[in-house]
C-alpha cells in the first residue's frame, strides 16, 4: 500500500470556476476524512466518511463544496463558484474506526484561487 | 476559543538544545495525538497518549499526557535540524471515538545547524 494518495498536488483557478480534487485512501481504511489547512493554522474538519456513508459535515462546508465518496472507496471534494478565500492547502486522511487510531494524511492539494 | 492551545507558536533553536512544547485544553482528553508536518506534505503521526500521566517516548522525543487528561507536552532532547517541522496536537472533542480529530494550530519549530 502506497498511503493516501491526492490529486492534483497543485491547483490554480481563476475565481467562479469549479474544482475537484480526488483522495485514495489507504484500502483498509474504512474511515476518510477532509480538512482544510491555512497558513499559521491547524488543519480544520471540512467532512468525513465512513465507508460510503457521509457522517458529520463541519460549518465550514458551505453550500459551494461537496463530498463523495462513492462505493466506499477514494473521495472526491468539489467547489464550486470558488472564491479567493477558498484558497488553502485541502488534506485528506484516512483511518481504522474506533478510538486511538491515528489519522494517516496524504500529502494535500494546495489550491489558490486567483 | 481554541480547543487546544499550543504554546510557543514559534520557536528557533541551535542544533543540540532542548526544547519543550505544550498543548492546553480546559477540556478532558480521553486520549491525545502528536502529529509533525513538513512543508508542503501532510502531518505525520508520532504517538498516541490515552492513559492521565502516560509517558511515551520516541528516540530524542519525550511525550506527556498531563494527570487530569487536559494537557500533553513533547520535549525533544538534543534537537537536530530533521527536527524542524510544524508540531501539531490532536483530540477528539467528544470522547466517543467516533468524532472528527479536532488539531491545535501548531509550534513551528525552527533548528539551527
Known amino acids: 500500500d502506497t498511503g493516501v494518495s491526492q490529486d492534483p498536488r497543485h491547483k490554480i483557478t481563476k475565481r467562479g470556476q469549479n474544482v475537484t480534487f480526488r483522495c485514495d485512501p489507504i484500502s483498509e481504511h474504512n474511515r476518510l476524512y477532509w480538512y482544510r489547512q491555512t497558513l499559521g493554522q491547524g488543519p480544520e474538519f471540512l467532512t468525513y466518511f465512513q465507508n460510503e456513508a457521509q457522517l458529520e459535515k463541519s460549518r465550514l462546508l458551505s453550500d459551494r463544496f461537496s463530498a463523495e465518496r462513492p462505493k466506499g472507496s477514494f473521495s472526491t471534494l468539489e467547489i464550486q463558484r470558488t472564491e479567493q478565500g477558498d484558497s488553502a492547502m485541502y488534506l485528506c486522511a484516512s483511518s481504522l474506526t474506533g478510538e486511538n487510531y491515528g489519522y494517516t494524511f496524504g500529502s494535500g492539494t494546495r489550491l489558490t484561487v486567483v | 476559543t481554541q480547543l487546544l492551545e499550543q504554546s510557543p507558536q514559534f520557536l528557533s533553536i541551535q542544533e543540540g538544545e532542548n526544547l519543550t512544547v505544550y498543548c492546553n485544553s480546559s477540556s478532558v482528553f480521553s486520549s491525545l495525538q502528536w502529529y509533525r508536518q513538513e512543508p508542503g506534505e501532510g502531518p505525520v503521526l508520532l504517538v498516541t497518549?490515552?492513559?492521565?500521566?502516560e509517558v511515551k517516548k520516541l528516540k530524542r522525543l519525550t511525550f506527556q499526557f498531563g494527570d487530569a487528561r487536559k494537557d500533553s507536552s513533547l520535549h525533544i532532547t538534543a534537537a537536530q535540524p530533521g527536527d524542524t517541522g510544524l508540531y501539531l496536537c490532536a483530540g477528539d472533542p467528544r470522547n466517543s471515538g467516533n468524532t472528527p480529530l479536532v488539531f491545535g494550530k501548531g509550534t513551528r519549530l525552527s533548528v539551527i545547524a
Open positions: 497518549v490515552v492513559t492521565g500521566g
